[in-house]
């Protein structure tokens, strides 16, 4: 492992990865690139160039990419991974992972979430604060579970899915890619099409 750090995206998510990787105190120095030319530093790490920069880097340092839109969390991490930069998994010291839990590189795991066992979990994800994934599931590669979802048992959730604050999905379910639940929705029954889903149970709107 490399001993150093470096985050792409110095931003809000990209603040809150960076709390978690100082946390868990694998790494000697810890970086940021970012876009914003007026960004300096973040969290009292320093800015060290634009994502333009990280071929430069990439020998030097394991790279994650902190950044929270999932379309481009994709395109970033996949590039990276295309030239070889060795990619982390982040995960907060007061998570709870259960036995055989797989967690795709480049993922990231925060305080308070509680992932139960058998359950799968792909590359570039990000399980929110306090969010819940219960036995046997499947989340796929660039999902989003949002601070404090629920997930049953047995649940899959395919590519690129979003999952909004407080939403909950219920046992036996299953989410096709490219779908976005709204917060406190409540999903009960599987979700074949790709789209916006909100409410109690959940109903397509857009």
Avoid at 155 to 175: A, D, F, K
Wanted: glycine fraction near 12%.
């Amino acid at each position: 492992m490399k001993n150093k750090l470096l985050i792409i995206g110095a931003s809000g998510h990209g603040k809150v990865v960076a709390d978690i990787a100082l946390k868990m105190n694998k790494w000697q120095n810890v970086h940021f690139l970012d876009d914003d030319k007026s960004i300096k530093s973040s969290m009292g790490l320093e800015v060290i160039g634009t994502s333009d920069d990280v071929f430069t880097h990439i020998d030097d340092y394991e790279i994650f990419v902190g950044i929270g839109n999932n379309t481009t969390r994709q395109r970033v991490h996949e590039m990276i991974e295309t030239f070889g930069a060795s990619i982390p998994v982040l995960i907060h010291p007061s998570a709870v992972i259960g036995n055989q839990v797989d967690v795709g590189t480049g993922t990231v795991v925060m305080a308070g979430v509680v992932v139960n066992c058998c359950t799968k979990i792909g590359k570039g994800c990000i399980i929110n604060t306090g969010s819940t994934i219960d036995h046997d599931n499947n989340i796929e590669d660039f999902v989003h579970i949002s601070p404090g979802a629920h997930l049953a048992g047995t649940v899959n959730v395919g590519q690129g899915s979003w999952l909004g604050i407080g939403s909950v999905v219920s046992n036996n379910v299953n989410i096709t890619s490219g779908c976005q639940v709204g917060a406190g929705s409540v999903v009960v029954t599987n979700i074949t099409e790709s789209g916006i889903y909100v409410g109690v149970p959940t109903k397509k709107i857009e």
